[in-house]
């Protein structure tokens, strides 16, 4: 059965900021995952931030400008979590290559999985369009990123 990588909170593991999840329970959804052996990973936690933890965004360019060294993550308090955000999409790169992953469903509007948008870096809730890091790494290296609600059976 092929492999296919799935945001961990997505499948019910409470491992987002806040220490809740985001269980997508749709029935294409639900379909989608018994059609695959599906890895749950988190690259968050993979990075080495804590749950819960504090908010962050990226801050003063894209996901691609944070993997080339010129744009942060900073959390709500101002906290540089950038090293974090980088390990974390590493460490899921690293996954899929030896797993043979070629497709991930990532959860929307994460600073690390967002696939279409994100948040505007300003902590004011305002989405705009852009790419977690996570999302980022992986598109670069050939790898398919969907969110949760494109599921196409």
Same mark, same amino acid.
């Given at each position: 059965?092929e +492999?296919?990588?799935? %945001?961990?909170?997505?499948?019910?593991?409470?491992?987002?900021?806040?220490? &809740?999840?985001?269980? *997508? *329970?749709? $029935?294409?959804?639900?379909?989608?995952? &018994?059609?695959?052996?599906?890895?749950?990973?988190?690259? *968050?936690?993979?990075?080495?931030?804590?749950?819960?933890?504090?908010?962050?965004?990226?801050?003063?360019? =894209?996901? &691609?400008?944070? /993997?080339?060294? +010129?744009? +942060?993550?900073? %959390? +709500? $308090? !101002?906290?540089?979590?950038?090293?974090?955000?980088?390990?974390?999409?590493?460490k899921?790169?690293?996954?899929?290559? *030896?797993? !043979?992953?070629?497709?991930?469903?990532? #959860?929307?509007? %994460?600073?690390?999985?967002? %696939?279409?948008?994100?948040?505007?870096?300003?902590?004011?809730? =305002?989405?705009?369009?852009?790419? !977690?890091? =996570?999302t980022? /790494?992986?598109?670069?290296?050939?790898? #398919?990123? @969907?969110?949760? @609600?494109?599921?196409? /059976?």
């Amino acid at each position: 059965m092929e +492999k296919v990588l799935v %945001s961990a909170c997505l499948m019910g593991q409470k491992v987002r900021y806040d220490g &809740s999840d985001v269980k *997508e *329970e749709s $029935d294409a959804f639900q379909q989608l995952v &018994s059609m695959y052996d599906v890895v749950a990973f988190c690259p *968050e936690v993979a990075g080495g931030l804590p749950i819960p933890r504090v908010p962050a965004e990226i801050v003063g360019g =894209t996901s &691609s400008d944070v /993997l080339a060294g +010129k744009a +942060k993550v900073l %959390s +709500k $308090d !101002g906290v540089d979590v950038t090293d974090a955000f980088v390990k974390g999409a590493q460490k899921t790169l690293q996954l899929c290559l *030896e797993q !043979g992953i070629t497709q991930a469903f990532l #959860t929307e509007k %994460s600073p690390s999985c967002g %696939s279409s948008q994100v948040y505007n870096g300003a902590f004011s809730g =305002t989405k705009i369009i852009g790419q !977690g890091i =996570t999302t980022a /790494l992986l598109r670069q290296n050939g790898i #398919t990123v @969907h969110n949760q @609600h494109q599921v196409n /059976l």
